[in-house]
């Protein structure tokens, strides 16, 4: 069964600093996707970023990117240069066989100024 | 490219009443996901439509939950008679095939008094 575990249910960072938030999961799938959602105190979903677990290389989007560890199954995302604006709830999330994109708990991220 | 729409934003009803969601997804989606989101916790999946067919309704309490996608564009989902537990956001998501990225509207808040 898929699994996602998020062990940092909150997490602070001083502006313009680095922080990284963990992810671990389980799936019986060679080929699958992983997914960090952002939502915000307004709630909606946001895409932050998107691993394939087939390429070996590490995505990146602007101050987001991942490190993606396929043997350990681990997902962390590291966001460089925080702002203010960065301060949310992020969610790691898995993909079933059947595309029911299964969430991990979140980790409260604050960005203090 | 409009996103996920959703209404209404908000609801508060009584135990024992019934309420409606409706949801749009992004033009040309064929898959639409409805996930309940409990405060504190990562949206979990009520069910998948993949055009106007169910692929998934495993965990809709069917006894009280219902949702149709009529010509497999818009969505509506349903609860009669409400409880106090089914206080959430409720999350649309739409993707353009079951094993694309989900993009999230911004959810409907339901309180049940």
């Known amino acids: 069964a898929q699994t996602v575990t998020q062990s940092q249910p909150e997490m602070s960072v001083q502006e313009a600093e680095t922080v990284t938030l963990s992810c671990t999961y389980d799936t019986s799938e060679n080929n699958y996707y992983l997914f960090w959602y952002k939502q915000p105190p307004s709630r909606q979903m946001i895409l932050v970023i998107r691993q394939e677990a087939y390429k070996q290389q590490n995505a990146t989007e602007n101050r987001f990117s991942v490190n993606f560890q396929k043997a350990a199954k681990s997902f962390s995302l590291k966001i460089s240069d925080s702002q203010l604006g960065d301060t949310a709830m992020y969610f790691c999330?898995?993909?079933?066989?059947?595309?029911?994109?299964?969430f991990g708990a979140g980790t409260r991220l604050t960005v203090k100024p | 490219e409009a996103g996920v729409a959703q209404s209404p934003r908000y609801k508060i009803i009584e135990k024992r009443q019934s309420v409606a969601f409706w949801c749009n997804p992004i033009?040309?989606?064929?898959?639409l996901y409805w996930y309940q989101q409990i405060l504190g916790q990562g949206p979990k999946l009520l069910i998948q439509f993949q055009n106007n067919g169910v692929v998934d309704d495993s965990q809709l309490p069917k006894d009280r939950f219902s949702a149709e996608r009529l010509k497999g564009v818009d969505s509506t989902l349903k609860i009669q008679p409400a409880k106090l537990e089914d206080s959430a956001v409720y999350l649309c998501?739409?993707?353009?095939?079951?094993?694309?990225?989900?993009?999230f509207g911004p959810g409907t808040r339901l309180t049940v008094l």
């Open positions: 033009s040309g989606h064929a898959t």
């Open positions: 998501a739409s993707s353009l095939t079951g094993a694309d990225t989900q993009y």
């Open positions: 999330a898995l993909p079933t066989p059947t595309n029911d994109m299964r």
